[in-house]
Nanobody, 127 residues
Framework: QVQLVESGGGLVQAGGSLRLSCAAS????????MGWFRQAPGKEREFVAA????????SYADSVQGRFTISRDSAKNEVLLQISSLKPEDTGSYYC????????????????????WGKGTLVTVSS
């Protein structure tokens, strides 16, 4: 089992920034890829970004490319998502997820394929 706990969400004005954190525990993450997904009210959950713990391969959704940066802190067993130049359409609950795989990341992750999920952290962007 992998436990994931997100933090860092909040209310921010358009153009602002936040840093989301996902603390992982329960297993070593060397064979996992870690992803961030988000879900806006009334919409389906969508992929945001992902990083491989093993080889640092990374993928971003087109909508956040250039504005969001995913990284990992091995010492703290955390995955970070720096989100900048926020837009009202970035509003939603942001979820951290983990998938057991040795494969590198070559594109967006499918939420249906993730093995573990956190409970989410809410990001609200005001215009």
């Amino acid at each position: 089992q992998v436990q994931l706990v997100e933090s860092g969400g909040g209310l921010v004005q358009a153009g602002g920034s936040l840093r989301l954190s996902c603390a992982a525990s329960g297993r070593t993450l060397s064979s996992y890829v870690m992803g961030w997904f988000r879900q806006a009210p009334g919409k389906e959950r969508e992929f945001v970004a992902a990083i491989s713990w093993r080889d640092f391969s990374i993928s971003y959704a087109d909508s956040v490319q250039g504005r969001f940066t995913i990284s990992r802190d091995s010492a703290k067993n955390e995955v970070l998502l720096q989100i900048s130049s926020l837009k009202p359409e970035d509003t939603g609950s942001y979820y951290c997820a983990a998938k057991s795989t040795w494969a590198s990341i070559t594109g967006p992750l499918d939420s249906a394929g993730m093995d573990y999920w956190g409970k989410g952290t809410l990001v609200t962007v005001s215009s």
